[in-house]
């Protein structure tokens, strides 16, 4: 069964981190559904993220973009918004939220 975390072990200690950032978990976090459940993706994989990192994805994605192309975490890294974001986001606390992360441009 498939957990929806990724995990770093060093020097005997382990952590989750986000798969999309590489961050440590920390809250905020939620769990996103990379096929979305408005598409058909209700009792699909799931992975826990940051909430900031979760809410930019359904900022810059549609559902139908995330249901047809953008459901895998290595395509949402390589769009070039989501990696200038995540460079950005990399710098910040594990702990970091900005709502204004939501705002479409």
């Known amino acids: 069964m498939f ?8 020097m005997e200690k382990i952590e989750a ?14 769990r996103h559904h990379l096929l979305p459940i408005s598409e058909g ?3 699909t994989p799931t ?9 930019k994805i ?6 139908k973009e995330l249901k047809r192309y953008y459901h ?3 395509r ?3 769009h070039e918004e989501m990696a200038k974001f995540i460079r950005w986001v990399r710098k910040k606390d ?5 709502r204004s992360v939501k705002r479409k441009v």
């Open 3 to 10: 957990c929806g975390l990724v995990f770093l072990v060093c």
């Open 17 to 30: 981190v986000c798969p999309l950032c590489g961050r440590p978990i920390a809250e905020p976090s939620n």
């Open 41 to 43: 993706g209700a009792g």
């Open 47 to 55: 992975v826990v993220m940051h909430k900031i990192c979760h809410d």
């Open 58 to 63: 359904h900022t810059v994605f549609s559902e």
């Open 72 to 74: 895998t975490i290595g």
């Open 76 to 78: 949402l890294q390589q």
């Open 94 to 98: 594990p702990g970091f939220y900005d």
